[in-house]
Structures are given as structure tokens and as C-alpha cells.
């Protein structure tokens, strides 16, 4: 089996463009000023409708890491599969991409790479800053 | 409180066979189960007139417990579905159970499980599996490999970092419920393990080994609930049901990491090893008037090793951090002070779901486990949790 691509759907739409257009972009809500991942039709803080897409830095460190080798499709080498919590403030499951995945440790600062696995899907991953 | 006669009780089980059952499919599985609950009790199937199911792996359909109560002709009920939140189900169904029997609305309950997730799928095809069944988001996790073991992996990754907890403690859970299943004749895998064996064991997703995963098993189980009035004129001991709590979160780590939507006094409360486990242990502790020093006997669900060490904790029987701790020193195998999942667990007695823990549960307050036997257990603790370690229920049983 090789990757499962994700498909956008209505709310997830400008996030998936803005991994196309390598510049990662997050809701912003209006209203409490809080960045939300993943994209949604309401804030689940505060229940505001008002979500403006925003840019975003794209470093952030790590929250936690699991190294597979048998994950639910086939890979060359090792899998790093990693909850990267953004200085913005959400934590989004990605992949680190590294050439050694043994000497990463929870709270290691991780910045963006984006990654074009296919013609109409950016997937964005991190690597070690 | 319902009144005394009306009050909800457990009063018959039955378990199939578990392991590699190449003969045999979901449907019959269910079939032996409520069969085997009904003769344990003595109840004919007449008297049956609520009937939960939980999705299967294999044969499930809109209509599961509809085809099931069909097969076992049981055709008018006042309670009927499918119970869909994976591991949790079964105790999340004993509470539906409760409250269908104490408020009138059934007389009797029938609760019934079976799998054949072993036989049933090709080799290796386990993980696959799950994650097309939609186990994991779909969108924002699975395209960066998410797995089951995946998802409790970084669960005990986060717990080592924060508390210091090791694979040595992670270990002995394994070991104690491979101690108990050597003693168990039913049990799937039997031949007694070390903390080295386990260490040993090849990696699965870091920082679990294969022998900190529970195997996949073909299994099932039925569970009978009806009145104490009813119970007492039937062939096996009834088992009361003092208290039984519930509760669930979050489906995306992220989310769940983040305590996203909690209320602000919650936000500290919960994280990723911070489980919401403790509001249903709050419920169930509560409504049983009971406290963790009371419990005999605890058949914690264990779909991991870590899965378990969270649960020392969130259920209050050590402070948060300390589960680590908690595993060591036989503290948690028959003769010490919390014997866990004295069948094996899923984890060596295998089955999937936590319909098997009830029934052990329910054996150890009949005094029926021979030589895995707590002595004198007066009062039972039983745990389902499914997800991401984020749906709970806790029920606690009592010798009646």
C-alpha cells in the first residue's frame, strides 16, 4: 500500500492550498485570538464563526515521537511520526524528516518542509532546526 | 435508587473459546455466546428483551444486532443496537443495560460479543485493516502513517519524557498478565514471559515492543443483566453492579494533546497522558460509595502495556507520574496488592474488546477462578477504554 493521500474537503480547502503554495496558512478565530488545526467551521473555544486563514511560521518543537518500520504503507527506512507543537500554539500529527531519527527527543525545535508527494497534495513535514 | 428488587444485576456469562478459530465466523461466534450466557443462568431466550451488539471487524452492517437477535429468535425488544465506540462498548453497554433495567423499560438484557479478526483477515493485514475500518482520521493522520500502535506509542513516548517512566515498568504488565494467562487453560498464550523477553521482543513503533501490544485473537462473550428479583431464582450467583462511570474526548492527537474546547479549569487537567478516565473513576467510585483501597480485584483493559499505566493513575490508585512505580515489585500479580487481569488480559488471555474483562470480573466476585482466585474478593474493579486512550467506562462490581 503506498500513502493515503488526504482529501480536501470544504473547511480544509485554503490549508491544503497554502501547502501547495509552500506557505503554510492556519484559522486564526476572530474572537479569542486563538490559531486552530485543524481546519473546522467553528471555534472550539469559543464558538465564533469569525476564522480568518492567516500565515504561520512554521517551527515548532516536538510533543511527542514514535519511530515504525511497519507502518500502514510501505516506506524506505524508518517512519518518524511526531505531535510538532507549533509556536502558534496547535499540535498537528506530520513526519520529521531526518537522517537520524534516533537522536530526535521530545522538545527538540522542528521547522517546516513541504514535502509534494503527489501532483494536487503538499504534505507538510518537519526536520530538526 | 431503584427499588431493591428492581436493582440491575449481572446474572450469567458465557466465553467461547478464543485463539485462532479458523472454523467459525462473527455470526456463529455471537450465536455460542448468548447460548452459553443463557445456560450459565438458566434464562430461557424468551425472557430477552434487550439485545446490544458492538461493530465487528468482520460482518458488521447497519443492522448488526437486529441480525443477531433474528438469529438467536429473540423478536421483540425494548432496547437494540450496536454499540459502536470500539473497546469501549461493553461496560458503555452494561450502563445501558442498568438503566433499561432499573427504570423499567427491560427486563432483561442480553450483551454479546464476537470476532474472528485473527482467522478472519490475511496475515499482516491487521494494520491495514483498522485504518480503512476509519480508526484513525482519515485526513490529517493517516497520510503521515498513524497506526494503532502508533497512537499508544506516542502516548508512552510523552509519559517516559515527562515522568521518567521506563520499558522495564512498561514490561512487568506484560509479565503479570502472561503469569495469570499460564494459569488459565482458555488463554491464548501461555508460556511465561520476563521483563528481558519483552525487551526483547522485536520494535514495533518506539518505544513499544511486540509483547507490550496485545495480540490480534478471535474471540467473543455474552453477558446476561437482568433484575436481582429475577436473579435470585436463577442457576448462578448473581453479581452486583455498584457503580459505573463514563466518559470520552478526543479522536485527533492533536486535539487531544491540546485539551482543544476544554473549559479553561480543564485545560491543565487533561493532555495526552492525562486521560479523561478520571471523571468516569469519579462517577463509578462515587455512585459505589467505594475507594481504590477497596478494590480486590482489577481487569484493567489492556490493548497495551501503556494502556495500563495510565490507569494506575487516572483511577486514583497512585498519584499522576507514579504509575511507573506502581508496576514494580509484583505489586500488580496474584498474591500482591492489586492483582490485574487475572485471565491474562487481552494482552496474554487475548479476545478483543472488553466484553472478556467483564466476565472475569463477574467470575471474581463469584469466587468461580480456581487458581487465579483473589481470596475473599469482595469487590471487583473492570475497565474498558478504546480511541486514543480517550473513551472511558469504569464499572465496579461487588460479591452480592
Same mark, same amino acid.
Given at each position: 500500500m503506498s500513502r493515503p493521500l488526504p ?58 515521537l514514535t519511530v515504525t518500520t511497519r507502518s500502514s504503507f510501505e516506506t524506505d527506512g524508518p517512519l518518524v511520526v511526531a505531535l510538532v ?8 500529527m506530520s513526519n520529521i524528516v531526518t537522517p537520524e531519527p534516533g537522536k530526535l ?5 522542528v521547522?517546516?518542509v513541504y514535502e509534494d508527494v503527489a501532483?494536487?497534495i503538499t504534505l507538510p513535514m518537519f526536520r530538526p532546526? | ?123 499482516g493485514e491487521g494494520v491495514k485493516a483498522y485504518v480503512e475500518?476509519?480508526?484513525h482520521?482519515i485526513?490529517f493522520e493517516v497520510p503521515f502513517g498513524m497506526t494503532v500502535p502508533g497512537v499508544?506509542a506516542l502516548?508512552?513516548a ?44 522485536p520494535m514495533v513503533s518506539t518505544?513499544l515492543?511486540r ?64 486521560? #479523561? ?110 480511541? #486514543? ?12
Amino acid at each position: 500500500m503506498s500513502r493515503p493521500l488526504p482529501a480536501p474537503t470544504k473547511a480544509s480547502l485554503p490549508f491544503w492550498q497554502s501547502c501547495r503554495n509552500h506557505a503554510l496558512e492556519l484559522q486564526l478565530c476572530g474572537t479569542c485570538r486563538t490559531y486552530l488545526y485543524y481546519p473546522v467551521y467553528m471555534c472550539p473555544e469559543c464558538g465564533s464563526d469569525e476564522l480568518v486563514w492567516t500565515p504561520v511560521s512554521g517551527r515548532g518543537s516536538i510533543h511527542s515521537l514514535t519511530v515504525t518500520t511497519r507502518s500502514s504503507f510501505e516506506t524506505d527506512g524508518p517512519l518518524v511520526v511526531a505531535l510538532v507543537e507549533l509556536e502558534e500554539g496547535p499540535i498537528m500529527m506530520s513526519n520529521i524528516v531526518t537522517p537520524e531519527p534516533g537522536k530526535l527527543r521530545i522538545g527538540d525545535a522542528v521547522t517546516i518542509v513541504y514535502e509534494d508527494v503527489a501532483p494536487e497534495i503538499t504534505l507538510p513535514m518537519f526536520r530538526p532546526e | 435508587m431503584p427499588p431493591p428488587h428492581r436493582r440491575a444485576v449481572i446474572a450469567g456469562i458465557g466465553e467461547p473459546p478464543v485463539g485462532r478459530l479458523s472454523e467459525t465466523n462473527p455470526m456463529e461466534m455471537h450465536v455460542r455466546a448468548a447460548r452459553l450466557a443463557l445456560d450459565d443462568c438458566g434464562m430461557g431466550k424468551h425472557e430477552i428483551d434487550g439485545l446490544l451488539s458492538s461493530g465487528t471487524f468482520l460482518n458488521d452492517n447497519i443492522r448488526h444486532h437486529m441480525l443477531i437477535a433474528e438469529q438467536l429468535g429473540i423478536y421483540a425488544k425494548s432496547l437494540c443496537d450496536t454499540l459502536r465506540t470500539g473497546g469501549q462498548s461493553y461496560i458503555h453497554g452494561l450502563h445501558l443495560a442498568k438503566w433499561a433495567i432499573e427504570s423499567g423499560q427491560c427486563e432483561a438484557v442480553l450483551l454479546v460479543r464476537g470476532d474472528t479478526t485473527l482467522s478472519g483477515m490475511p496475515k499482516g493485514e491487521g494494520v491495514k485493516a483498522y485504518v480503512e475500518y476509519g480508526a484513525h482520521p482519515i485526513e490529517f493522520e493517516v497520510p503521515f502513517g498513524m497506526t494503532v500502535p502508533g497512537v499508544y506509542a506516542l502516548v508512552a513516548a510523552r509519559h517516559m519524557h515527562e515522568f521518567g517512566t521506563t520499558s522495564e515498568q512498561l514490561a512487568a504488565i506484560a509479565v503479570a498478565c502472561r503469569r495469570h494467562a499460564s494459569m488459565n487453560p482458555a488463554a491464548f498464550k501461555r508460556e511465561p514471559i520476563t521483563v528481558a523477553d519483552v525487551l526483547a521482543s522485536p520494535m514495533v513503533s518506539t518505544p513499544l515492543h511486540r509483547l507490550d501490544c496485545s495480540p490480534i485473537c478471535d474471540g467473543g462473550g455474552a453477558i446476561i443483566v437482568t433484575t436481582l428479583e429475577r436473579a435470585r431464582d436463577l442457576k448462578a450467583r448473581p453479581v452486583e453492579i455498584l457503580g459505573i462511570g463514563e466518559a470520552q474526548s478526543y479522536y485527533h492527537m492533536g486535539h487531544l494533546a491540546r485539551a482543544t474546547g476544554a473549559r479553561q479549569q480543564d485545560k491543565a487537567r487533561f493532555g495526552l497522558t492525562r486521560t #479523561v478516565q478520571a471523571i468516569a473513576a469519579e462517577q463509578a467510585f462515587g455512585r459505589a460509595g467505594v475507594t481504590p483501597a477497596d478494590i480486590d480485584v482489577a481487569q484493567l483493559y489492556d490493548s497495551f502495556t501503556i494502556t495500563v499505566l495510565l490507569q494506575f493513575e487516572d483511577l486514583g490508585f497512585c498519584a499522576k507520574g507514579e504509575g511507573g512505580a506502581f508496576c514494580e515489585n509484583g505489586r500488580i500479580e496474584l498474591g500482591g496488592e492489586l492483582p490485574i487481569n487475572t485471565n491474562g488480559g487481552l494482552l496474554s488471555f487475548g479476545s478483543s474488546g472488553g466484553i472478556n474483562h467483564i466476565i472475569e470480573g463477574v467470575r471474581q466476585m463469584r469466587g468461580a477462578c480456581g487458581e487465579r482466585q483473589v481470596p475473599d474478593a469482595q469487590v471487583g474493579l473492570v475497565t474498558n477504554v478504546s480511541a #486514543v486512550s480517550s473513551n472511558h467506562s469504569v464499572a465496579i462490581l461487588g460479591r452480592h
